[in-house]
Each structure stands twice: as structure tokens, then as C-alpha cells.
């Protein structure tokens, strides 16, 4: 989804007092709604569909009538969602419920405004809920995924495989072969026409976060690195395996067109991939890619690979959630409104009109049968980003670093060390203020 990243709310230690007395106050959260007394809960959403508000709110009737409750939705557009929250924050002015990404979750922790759920939560909570761990983060659990399932896979074109003799990749050397053998000047009029894999490096009109989502990701976990160490004090993506798989991502520059740098992502899928110039290319997946592609790419035989394997599986998957503010005056009933909106009940008819992964053991399988297996099979080979602080600003530089290697500006592992230095800085003064 298209977020816009604010680093004006980056590493800012907000203090707790801007967060009390804020969202709804009719009752504390231990009170039950008498007969006369309608509890009021408000939510802040992005635009999750083409109605979303109108859709949800058909949806929630019974529930509010149960609970004597009305629930007051906000739709923010994606533009200026950060914007909103950090205003509203500053202001004293948030809703009892938000919906959350894992780039903004680092400051509203720290900011305390975010609860933590995990004493509200149960083991049976855990079996019936397929994602609730994905929730969990820097030592708590502060949201239940709303919106997963649709990660970034590679898909590749099965008549350009099946002309090289080569079936569906499987690993780092397979996908490594593939890319160079499709390759070609198809024309033979000396110039290259048909790619290996369809990259494009240019943010455009997304953020420059995109690119990571994309491509750099998958390749750090499948090499067995992550962003930050453990403890979440330092940056870890200039270790051997960072450095390895962004020395493999460069390795296959030769297959990618010449353009690249130029090339917006989105573009480079629809116009070099999606126009059957490519081997392969990535794009965020869709439980209903099998109806849109029929239309959107008509002679395109197509399939896909959810990850490849180098020491492991790992591809981008956002797992974007509802979380409680600490601010709530009914934070048990808010909670309760979270499992309810992402309960079989509710997602099943919701999943109608917005095609999603089953949030729960008791959900079944909306959309099309040829994505299914994302969300069954495959569904360990994905995951979302590792949350931690000052996100987004280390982030954006280490993409920013990522391109400089890709122009031929910087070797792989000075670009990298001097990224994780600038991050390490960045994560001391954060840490110094916040423990």
C-alpha cells in the first residue's frame, strides 16, 4: 500500500502526559454501557477499499447494537496518515482504536501511546487468530493484524521458462541462471529486448521504501540477516549476510534493463514483465491477481515463486494492524471491536467485496485458487518488517545507499558501512533518550 513516511515523526521521544485524556469518555474500560448510556469508540483508517467506511459500518451493526456502542470511523487518506496521527498525538487528539503499519509503530510505543494487549489476549485467541503473533513487537503486543497476506512475490513468465528448458526457480544459483540465460536479443538486431528480471530503482510516485519492499528484503532474510540486532541498539544489515545479498542483487544488474535506475518499480512490472519482455518480476501480491492479471495482461503465462531459498525462505509481507491507544477510556471493549472486525464473522462477508487472507482458523479462503497457496502452503515464507526504532530514517538511507551501489558510485560494503553507521548514530541518541 502507498504510505508516506513522515520523518518529521522519526526518533521523537513524546512524553505521555500528550496522550491523556483523549479519545472517547464515556466509561472507563472495566464499566459496562448501562441501558441509557450509548459508549461512543472512535477509529482512524486509511481507505482500505472503495467503501470503506460504508462497508464496515454494515458490517458492525449487530456489534454495536450488542454492546450499546457507536463505533465513529475516520477515513484518512494514505497521503497524509502519518501526518494526521502525528498532529492529532502533539494535539492530545487520537481515536480509542488506529489502524498501524510496522514504520509507525517505534514512536507510538515510545510515545506510550500505543497499549500493550498481551494480558488481554489468550491461548485461545492465539489458535484462532493466524497472525497475532506478527503483533508482537519491541517486547510487547501492541496490535492483531488487519490487513496481511498479500506479500511481494516473484512471478515469472512460464513461456520464456519453458524456452530456455528451465522450470520455476527454487533457489538463489537457480533464479541466478535463469535471469542470464533470458537475456537475449530476441531480434537480432543487436540490442537487448528480452531481461531477466524487470527492476526498476526509481521511487516514482511511491516511497523510496518501495524498493526494499520489492527486492532487498526477500534477499537480506533469504541470506539470513535482518535490519537491526536483536536487542534493537545497532543495525545489522551490514553484517556478511547484508553484504552478501546485496552483492548478489548487484550480480544480477546485467539482466535487468538498462534503464533501471530510471525505472520506477510499479513500471518495470507492468510495462517490462507485464508485456512479456522479462523472466521475472515482483510485485505485491493480490488474493484476485488471477481475474486482474487475465485482464491487465491478457497473453502473459504466468506464475509465481512466494520466496526463494538461499539459508532460508523470507519475503516482504506487511502485516498492518489495529492497535488500542493507552488514551481509550474503554480499552477492554475496544479490543473486543478489534477481534470482532477481524473475526471470521465479520471478514468472511467483509472478504467479499475486498478480497484478503483469512485472518482466522475459522475463515475460509476468498479469491482466486491460483494465489490460495500464499496463504496456506507458503504462508511460513513471508513475514513483515522488524520493527524498531527511528524505522523509516534508517530506512530511506539505507535505500538511498542501495542505489548508490546500483550506480556504481560505491562498493557494497563501504556503502553499507557507512549506512549502519549513520543508523547506529541515529540509534544511540534514540536509545539515550528512551531508556
Known sequence: MKKKLLSTLLCVSMVASLVVGCGSKENTSEEKASDSETTTLTMWLPPLDDDTEGNFKKLLADWEKENNCTVEMELIPWANYEEKWSTGLSGGDIPDIGYMYAEMYPTYISAG?????????????????????????????????????????????????????????????????????????????????????????????????????????????QAGGDIYADDLKSAAFNSDAGVEAIEFFKSLQPYMPENVMSLSGTDAFSTVFGAGKAAFGVTRSSQSHETTFANDYPDLNWDYVTS????????????????????????????????????????????????????TASEEYVGDAKMERIVTEDRDKWRP????????????????????????????????????????ETLDEYWADNE
Open 113 to 221: 501511546a500505543v497499549a500493550d494487549l498481551t494480558d488481554l489476549v489468550t491461548e485461545d485467541d492465539y489458535n484462532e487468530y493466524l497472525y497475532i503473533d506478527r503483533g508482537e513487537m519491541m517486547g510487547g503486543l501492541y496490535g492483531i493484524p488487519i490487513v496481511t497476506g498479500v506479500p511481494f512475490v516473484l512471478y515469472y513468465n512460464q513461456d520464456i521458462l519453458d524456452s530456455l528448458n528451465e522450470t520455476a526457480p527454487e533457489t538463489w544459483e537457480d533464479f541466478a541462471r535463469i535471469c542470464e540465460k533470458a537475456t537475449q536479443d530476441t531480434d537480432g538486431d543487436g540490442k537487448i529486448d528480452q531481461y531477466g528480471y524487470a527492476v526498476g530503482l526509481n521511487s516514482g510516485d511511491m516511497s523510496n521504501l518501495y524498493m526494499l519492499n520489492s527486492y532487498i528484503y526477500s534477499l537480506l532474510w
Open 308 to 359: 526463494l531459498k538461499h539459508k532460508d525462505y523470507g519475503t516482504f509481507g506487511a502485516a498492518d494492524c489495529l492497535s488500542v491507544m493507552t488514551a481509550s477510556e474503554n480499552q477492554e471493549l475496544a479490543f473486543d471491536l478489534i477481534k470482532y472486525i477481524t473475526s471470521a464473522e465479520f471478514m468472511t462477508e467483509y472478504h467479499k467485496v475486498a478480497p484478503g487472507a483469512p485472518l
Open 385 to 424: 518488517l522488524q520493527v524498531g526504532p527511528c524505522g523509516s530514517e534508517i530506512l530511506e538511507n539505507y535505500a538511498a545507499h542501495i542505489q548508490s551501489i546500483m550506480e556504481g558510485k560505491m562498493g557494497v560494503k563501504e556503502a553499507l558501512d557507512e549506512s549502519a553507521a549513520f543508523a547506529d
